[in-house]
């Protein structure tokens, strides 16, 4: 790769990964509008693991925590009495996790050959971008994380094993379903953002362990900006969002999604 792929593959990432918007539609029609390669697996670990950076820098007081109260709530999880808020909600980000990874397992060779089709991609943006539109616009009742029971875990979880499918957006299907169980946007925000850390690190460690078995030539500078970059961006991605939705809502997200999925059914339809 030249730099210029480097920097702009690293900056999609970042922002993407966190914004409603798909992260694997932006990456995967990078290379089909410009004549650049596929940026390859390492790569895509190394952009991987500056989003997981930027996420838990910037969560780390929640997560030290939440991992504290979770250590010492697991003789009460076995008799089912978990009254810690930290330890509940650490509780329910594992649990939330668990459909996403049975359905990346059980459906990942469909996903990498067979759904990266720019029409899908179209189809998906638009659809599930109008459902986000509708759970934004809809009264809420205003819960945040912490109010969060463990069927409203569950439901989440499921509804982000649909991120499988490019152009869905694991941020934007988690907040949907989060704001359609009664969250504020705010809170529907800070546990998708919480639930990417587990997904993104099964992620990059299963790319890693492929990366092992086929050992390839590693380009470091360009790893290290990618980590930089795509960490950088992710981090601001995190902080200005959550701020701009409290004020402005989800619609102009939609308005893009549906004008990206409709550019897309035009061009390859």
Do not use: N
Request: aromatic share 10%; net charge neutral.
């Amino acid at each position: 790769m030249d730099w210029l792929q480097v920097v702009v593959l690293s900056v999609i990432q970042g922002l993407t990964e966190f914004l409603p918007i798909s992260s694997s539609a932006h990456l995967i029609l990078v290379p089909v509008l410009t004549d650049w390669t596929d940026q390859g697996l390492i790569f895509d670990v190394a952009m991987h693991l500056g989003s997981l950076m930027a996420v838990v820098i910037y969560f780390r007081d929640d997560l030290q925590r939440m991992a504290v109260s979770w250590a010492g709530s697991l003789g009460g999880a076995l008799r089912l009495q978990v009254k810690d808020p930290d330890a509940r909600l650490a509780w329910w980000v594992l649990l939330a996790t668990i459909p996403v990874c049975v359905a990346g397992l059980a459906f990942h060779d469909v996903i990498e050959f067979g759904m990266r089709s720019p029409v899908l991609i179209g189809v998906s943006l638009i659809g599930f971008g109008l459902l986000l539109g509708y759970a934004d616009w809809r009264k809420r009742a205003g819960r945040d994380e912490y109010q969060l029971m463990l069927r409203d875990a569950m439901i989440i979880g499921l509804a982000q094993a649909l991120a499988l499918i490019p152009g869905t957006s694991r941020s934007g299907i988690t907040i949907t379903a989060a704001l359609l169980l009664g969250m504020s946007r705010e809170g529907a925000a800070r546990f998708s953002f919480l639930l990417s850390i587990p997904v993104t690190a099964l992620a990059a460690g299963l790319e890693i362990v492929g990366l092992m078995q086929v050992p390839q030539a590693i380009d470091w500078p360009a790893m290290g900006v990618g980590v930089l970059l795509s960490g950088v961006s992710a981090y601001l991605c995190i902080h200005y969002f959550i701020a701009f939705i409290k004020r402005i809502g989800m619609q102009p997200f939609v308005f893009y999604r549906v004008v990206l999925g409709l550019w897309l059914l035009w061009i390859f339809a």
